[in-house]
């Protein structure tokens, strides 16, 4: 195991739920919260594990175990939860070799996981089996409108494909080189969505306003830089992608 376990927040007898979890499904998240470490995750859920918790934070060389594996975690609502014996998130990080390290760990702790509970290595299938996204969940049953952990794999280069290909192979101690590097659009005036896309008020999708379905249509006001990469503004203001993974061009 390349990883260090850490159960220093491990949920208590008395905390969390107690109902074993039925199904092979292994829930991927992403923190959602730049910069803080996956210990410091681990802390705050074991705080607040009445509102939500998951059974494993993944961070830099380190697994901080909070729920209970096999047993019920409140992670993607009340029809997801039961049915995932595994849920994980990663920390998040601008930090592009803290990512490699990071994800190296997210990739060998969901094998261990999906090995340990006979889960398939596939991502997002129509299937009710293999390792879910947080975004399959949403679209799935609705209970929330989150689409993690793509927007954070997507910012460090790392496409579904490559995501899919890595839980199935493995990458070692450090994430593999994407097979294909992530496009980002330089002009367009109209784009289409392939996979749902979720509106945000700033350029660096902290703030959330909405998502849409696979198929919505966007005019686009501008394209504008953000880091190395670019955002589409639309007319009211807000901002959506511009990876090419997420979004088409067609004007």
């Given at each position: 195991?390349?990883?260090?376990?850490?159960?220093?927040?491990?949920?208590g007898a008395?905390?969390?739920?107690?109902?074993?979890?039925?199904?092979?499904?292994?829930?991927?998240h992403?923190?959602?919260?730049?910069?803080a470490?996956?210990?410091?995750?681990?802390?705050?859920?074991?705080r607040?594990?009445?509102?939500?918790?998951?059974?494993?934070i993944?961070?830099?060389?380190?697994?901080?175990?909070?729920g209970?594996?096999?047993?019920?975690?409140?992670g993607?609502?009340?029809?997801?939860?039961?049915?995932a014996?595994?849920q994980?998130?990663?920390?998040?990080?601008?930090?592009?070799?803290?990512f490699?390290?990071?994800?190296?760990?997210t990739?060998e702790?969901l094998?261990?996981m999906?090995?340990?509970y006979?889960?398939?290595?596939t991502?997002?299938?129509?299937?009710?089996?293999?390792?879910k996204s947080h975004?399959?969940?949403?679209n799935?049953?609705?209970q929330?409108?989150h689409?993690d952990?793509?927007?954070y794999l997507?910012?460090?280069?790392?496409?579904?494909?490559?995501?899919?290909?890595?839980?199935?192979?493995?990458?070692?101690?450090?994430a593999?080189?994407?097979?294909?590097k992530?496009t980002y659009?330089?002009?367009?005036?109209q784009?289409?969505?392939?996979?749902?896309?979720t509106?945000?008020?700033?350029?660096a999708?902290?703030?959330?306003e909405?998502?849409f379905?696979?198929?919505?249509?966007?005019?686009?006001?501008?394209?504008?830089?953000y880091?190395?990469?670019?955002?589409?503004?639309?007319g009211n203001?807000?901002y959506?992608?511009s990876n090419?993974?997420?979004v088409?061009k067609?004007?």
């Open positions: 195991m390349g990883y260090k376990l850490d159960k220093t927040y491990t949920l008395n905390e969390g739920a107690s109902q074993r979890a039925g199904g092979k499904i292994a829930f991927i992403s923190t959602a919260n730049v910069g470490s996956a210990k410091n995750n681990a802390a705050f859920e074991k607040t594990w009445r509102n939500a918790y998951v059974h494993f993944a961070g830099d060389g380190v697994v901080y175990q909070v209970e594996p096999g047993y019920v975690a409140w993607v609502g009340p029809t997801g939860n039961g049915m014996p595994v994980i998130e990663m920390e998040e990080t601008n930090d592009s070799a803290k490699k390290r990071i994800y190296a760990t990739i702790l094998r261990n999906a090995k340990k006979s889960i398939p290595l991502l997002d299938t129509a299937e009710g089996t293999g390792i975004r399959w969940a949403s799935k049953w609705h929330s409108d689409t952990p793509y927007g997507s910012k460090h280069g790392i496409s579904k494909a490559q995501f899919a290909k890595d839980l199935k192979n493995g990458v070692g101690s450090s593999s080189t994407p097979a294909k992530a659009l330089k002009a367009a005036k784009v289409k969505a392939k996979t749902s896309v509106r945000y008020h700033d350029k999708f902290k703030k959330k909405l998502t379905k696979p198929g919505t249509i966007f005019d686009i006001a501008s394209v504008v830089g880091g190395k990469i670019t955002r589409l503004k639309l203001g807000l959506i992608t090419t993974d997420y088409k067609l004007k």
